[in-house]
């Protein structure tokens, strides 16, 4: 399933202070998720600007903490009634689910945005690093993709937790509680590590309360 052709990748600019009830954005889109428990359900992906984490995009900050492909420094600054109209115009009308991801979307989420879009009949979920505390958003699904050491996450309680593994890397030991616990395969950008998966695979095998999660998305072309 291909990601739906409307999409609105939003102007590009530095950082701003963010303004009284107005967020950051760097794009939107509606596509399907492509990975985690929730993989291929239909969802608007509301992508915040910033992130409080170094990490290395192309070859930028080669002495930063993890490799991340996706750009979040632009953006433009919206009000929460834009961003629902942006999203019922990707849709068409009413909102399936909604993701918010970054960059880290902590930095900027607050309950009223996650009302307006359960107000409108949308699965709020998020995707995070866990180094700020999401818990109290009222969201009705956390991901959490744990970028720092255990004792620096701050939501503890998740649906998700995921962690991507290379070849020789053991089962993580979360300190998070998770209703489910997810490893990942390495991708080397956009083309699938085999040796990774094999490795990720038997894991899994040998720890069955885990489970494998694919990229599948980056398989399809999908957003």
């Not at 929730?38 to 608007?44: A, D, K, S």
């Not at 929460?80 to 999203?87: H, P, Q």
């Not at 701050?154 to 509680?177: D, F, L, M």
Request: aromatic share 8%; glycine share 12%.
């Amino acid at each position: 399933m291909e990601a739906a052709r409307a999409s609105s990748h939003l102007g590009r600019g530095c950082m701003e202070d963010r303004e009284v009830n107005k967020y950051r954005i760097n794009e939107m889109f509606y596509s399907v998720q492509g990975e985690g428990v929730r993989m291929g359900t239909p969802n608007v992906f509301v992508r915040f600007s910033g992130c409080n984490m170094d990490c290395q995009r192309g070859h930028e900050e080669p002495n930063a903490d993890f490799d991340c492909d996706t750009e979040f420094v632009s953006g433009r600054s919206m009000t929460g009634d834009e961003i629902l109209k942006a999203a019922k115009s990707l849709t068409g009308g009413s909102i399936p689910g909604v993701i918010f991801t970054g960059g880290e979307p902590g930095l900027q989420l607050d309950t009223e945005l996650v009302e307006a879009f359960k107000g409108a009949g949308a699965h709020t979920a998020i995707e995070t690093n866990g180094t700020l505390d999401v818990g109290g958003f009222g969201l009705d699904w956390i991901t959490m993709s744990p970028k720092v050491a255990e004792h620096a996450i701050r939501t503890k309680q998740v649906s998700e937790v995921k962690y991507v593994r290379n070849v020789g890397q053991g089962i993580p030991k979360p300190s998070v509680k998770a209703d489910h616990k997810l490893i990942s395969p390495a991708f080397r950008g956009q083309t699938l590590d085999k040796r990774a998966v094999e490795w990720c695979q038997q894991l899994v095998l040998e720890n069955p309360t885990w489970r494998l999660s694919l990229q599948v998305h980056k398989w399809i072309g999908a957003r």
